[in-house]
């Protein structure tokens, strides 16, 4: 069965760094997001991405923060700068049709900045 | 506004009890889908149902079974006959036309815990 897959699994940085955290989407999937979740919270949307472009963004999903799909098959995650807050699990989804459609999920990245 | 409410934060149950997760949303729009997703203790997020707001109807997969009443605004989940592989956190998730490309709402999450 088709599954998102994600890497690294775990990414521990300095404060300040830049990190990219990949993704590759199921393949026929045409919708794909970003989520976090900070260690025992709930899941928060970050951003969804469609036709080569953001479509929605949170608050969250600042200047810090930017997504491309580089090729026909990865979706990536840049964190420029990294804050102490940003530490938390991030996961991307993808869904075949229109953002209603189910979302499936990758196994996520945890993210540590110290 | 959009909002999903899962009251119980932990629940702890001894293997073959039945037990039910309450979700309750908030939202403005009359088309909407719900969705409920499993996090087991390696953290990966397994989707396991969705459900829009025309299909009343409630759904039974095996053990689970699900109770949707847009009366009270309600998606609750039964696990029957628990087991120990059921323990996870349980995640209730809405999706309106609030957010165009219908990012996911979710709630805090409930912690269930099965002990044999």
């Known amino acids: 069965e088709p599954e998102v897959t994600q890497t690294p699994s775990h990414q521990v940085t300095q404060m300040g760094q830049e990190v990219i955290l990949r993704c590759v989407p199921i393949s026929n999937h045409l919708y794909f997001y970003w989520y976090r979740q900070i260690l025992g919270q709930k899941v928060e949307f970050l951003v969804s991405f469609y036709n080569n472009e953001i479509s929605e963004k949170s608050e969250i999903f600042d200047d810090q923060f930017s997504v491309e799909r580089p090729d026909g098959s990865n979706f990536t995650l840049k964190i420029r700068s990294t804050k102490l807050e940003d530490s938390a699990m991030y996961f991307c989804?993808?869904?075949?049709?229109?953002?209603?459609?189910?979302?499936?999920f990758g196994p996520g990245t945890r993210l540590l900045v110290l | 506004a959009q909002k999903v409410t899962q009251a119980q934060t932990e629940i702890s149950v001894v293997e073959k009890e039945d037990v039910t997760l309450d979700c309750v949303y908030e939202?403005?729009?009359?088309?909407?889908?719900l969705f409920w997703y499993k996090q087991p203790p390696s953290g990966e997020l397994v989707f396991l149902i969705r459900r829009n707001s025309f299909d009343e109807q409630n759904e039974i997969s095996g053990r689970y079974s699900w109770n949707f009443q847009k009366s009270t605004s309600s998606f609750n989940f039964t696990i029957t006959a628990s087991q120990v592989v059921d323990s996870a956190v349980y995640f209730c998730a809405l999706s309106d036309d609030g957010g165009s490309q219908g990012n996911l709402i979710f709630g805090k999450g409930t912690k269930l815990s099965v002990k044999p």
């Open positions: 989804a993808s869904s075949s049709g229109e953002g209603r459609e189910t979302q499936y």
């Open positions: 939202t403005r729009d009359t088309t909407y889908y």
